[in-house]
Nanobody, 124 residues
Framework: QVQLVESGGGLVQAGGSLRLSCAAS????????MGWFRQAPGKERELRAAISGSGGRTYYADSVKGRFIISRDNAKDTVYLQMNNLKPEDTAVYYC?????????????????WGQGTQVTVSS
């Protein structure tokens, strides 16, 4: 079992930055692929970034490529999402998720553990 707690969301103006954190507890953190999903009102929850257990491989959705950076600190059992040049369309609830699969899965059902989510609102 892995417990995940996100923090760092908030309100920011377009062009600004936020850094989300996700603290994990429970089973060995470094053995899990970690992902950041987001869900906007009326839309499905979608993966925006993922990182392998070692941190050596990453994935970014096209909509955030070049603006968001996913990283992890296995000594602190924490994964981060640095979000730069934020746009109003980035407004959503952001969820941290953990998967035992090692190939950077992209689908919700391939992630085994979820955080409660943190709201990010970008004003224009």
């Amino acid at each position: 079992q892995v417990q995940l707690v996100e923090s760092g969301g908030g309100l920011v103006q377009a062009g600004g930055s936020l850094r989300l954190s996700c603290a994990a507890s429970g089973r060995r953190f470094s053995s899990h692929t970690m992902g950041w999903f987001r869900q906007a009102p009326g839309k499905e929850r979608e993966l925006r970034a993922a990182i392998s257990g070692s941190g050596g491989r990453t994935y970014y959705a096209d909509s955030v490529k070049g603006r968001f950076i996913i990283s992890r600190d296995n000594a602190k059992d924490t994964v981060y999402l640095q979000m730069n040049n934020l746009k109003p369309e980035d407004t959503a609830v952001y969820y941290c998720a953990a998967s035992t699969r090692q190939w950077l899965p992209s689908r919700e059902r391939e992630y085994d553990y979820w955080g409660q989510g943190t709201q990010v609102t970008v004003s224009s």
